[in-house]
């Protein structure tokens, strides 16, 4: 069974930086694609950033250049550097890992940007 773990999140003013992390556990394959996204208040869940296993990395336009989404494949862990945040950055954000048996979810963090 895969499990996800998210944690990192919390409070923050705008034009700071927070760094979350997801703990993976139970993985099968070494082959997989890892993932942030969020979900604000009222809207549908979207993508922040991807990663596969082999490093190539994907964003979102909207945080282009101040996210930076990470992975230690050895600890089984995914990181995600979020600076220059913003209050439309307010999210609960999800960890996601695909493989060939399926796709995970994480419970869930939650970042809230101050103005």
């Known amino acids: 069974q895969v499990q996800l773990v998210e944690s990192g999140g919390g409070l923050v003013q705008a034009g700071g930086s927070l760094r979350l992390s997801c703990a993976a556990s139970g993985t099968r394959f070494s082959t997989n694609v890892m993932g942030w996204y969020r979900q604000a208040a009222g809207k549908q869940r979207e993508l922040v950033a991807t990663?596969?296993?082999?490093?190539?990395?994907n964003y979102a336009d909207s945080v282009k250049g101040r996210f930076t989404i990470s992975r230690d494949n050895a600890k089984n862990m995914l990181y995600l550097q979020m600076n220059s945040l913003k209050p439309a950055d307010t999210a609960v954000y999800y960890c996601?890992?695909?493989?060939?048996?399926?796709?995970?979810w994480g419970q869930g963090t939650q970042v809230t940007v101050s103005s």
């Open positions: 990663i596969t296993s082999g490093g190539s990395t």
């Open positions: 996601k890992l695909a493989d060939w048996g399926g796709n995970y």
